[in-house]
């Protein structure tokens, strides 16, 4: 069964795609996969807060204490807050970041129900009142971006920025829904080679074997209850509609190919977010961040540094909806 769920996604990424019945465009990326050592940051914090549902969340912090700086990750289905290791440690010291274990994932509580993608926003509210955090830049990876986009959709006060990673406002692709047909039949303990193919089948460049095996830890800690209960209630959830309510500046990342989150659904979340950049990393999966961690640290850097609402990239003009253009790192497309 997990099998034909690869297959489907190897096919679905071939699919092409029309928008307004013109072609998605891509140009050619010049830079290289860089392999840059991180930066030298201080040592990684951690701590637990314990929620007002009881819920208890643990996170990894790095850099310095900058309210100003705030940045919270939210990780995809069944990762943890290891999904980010990687990033934070290529971005700038100066950065707050802060990466959480979201609720029935890594070593956070997995309590016996509330694992609708609201609950998970409820969450990340919750988390920033008890670390008394007014305002932030949150991140989100695939399920996380969902989750990213449904508190800067109810909480709008809070997200002074949102960067949407590999993730879609509904999913729609047929290829989850084989996932969860498989899903449905895993057994506790979880045996490792399906958390090993799910893992593997998220990117498309080759990464560190220990680092996709610390991916692969991860999931391993997920019960097969939350496996089934989280995705279930992910394929209910529909933003379409909603995302013009989105206030918050918006930067979307995605590689062209990605097998989960289609080019359909980037330009939706492109043409329908009122004050939105997107980027196309060529030749990358969906799980951007693991396949360019520095690419994706040099664009988080660059938006957390540009506070403008109103300024233009540099040679380029927002395209009028319908017609978008999707090229990749180097460029970009806005609508500001």
């Known amino acids: 069964m997990f099998r034909f769920f690869v297959l489907v996604i190897v096919t679905v990424i071939s699919w092409p795609v029309l928008i307004a019945g013109r072609p998605v465009v891509l140009t050619a990326d010049s830079a290289p996969a860089s392999q840059s050592k991180p930066l030298a940051s201080k040592a990684p914090r951690t701590g637990v807060v314990t929620l007002p ?175 089934t209960d989280v995705l279930t209630q992910l394929l209910t959830v529909d933003l379409r509609s909603d995302l013009r309510g989105i206030k918050a500046r918006t930067l979307i990342l995605w590689g062209d190919k990605d097998g989960v989150a289609t080019r359909a659904d980037q330009a939706t979340l492109f043409q329908e977010i009122p004050n939105a950049t997107l980027k196309v990393y060529e030749g990358i999966g969906h799980a951007v961040h693991w396949e360019a961690p520095d690419r994706v640290a040099g664009d988080l850097g660059a938006f957390l540094a540009d506070r403008s609402s109103t300024a233009q990239p540099s040679g380029l003009a927002a395209p009028s909806a319908p017609a978008l253009a999707m090229p990749v790192r180097g460029d970009q497309v806005s609508r500001r």
């Open 53 to 227: 549902s009881g819920v208890q969340v643990r996170y990894v912090e790095r850099g310095a204490v900058d309210p100003s700086r705030v940045v919270i990750m939210l990780h995809g289905y069944t990762d943890s807050s290891y999904s980010f290791q990687s990033l934070m440690d290529r971005l700038d010291p100066a950065i707050q970041a802060i990466a959480i274990d979201q609720r029935g994932h890594g070593d956070s509580s997995k309590p016996g129900c509330c694992y609708a993608p609201e609950d998970f926003a409820a969450d990340v509210v919750a988390f920033m009142d008890a670390r008394q955090i007014k305002t932030a830049t949150i991140v989100g990876h695939s399920m996380g971006g969902v989750i990213a986009q449904i508190v800067a959709i109810t909480s709008p006060e809070r997200v002074s920025g949102l960067v949407i990673v590999g993730s879609v406002p509904a999913f729609t692709n047929p290829a989850v829904e084989g996932l969860l047909a498989a899903v449905k039949e895993l057994n506790d303990p979880i045996d490792r080679r399906f958390a090993h193919e799910f893992q593997a089948s998220m990117i498309h460049k080759p990464i560190d074997t220990d680092e996709l095996e610390g991916y692969v830890d991860a999931s391993m800690t997920v019960p097969p209850r939350v496996w």
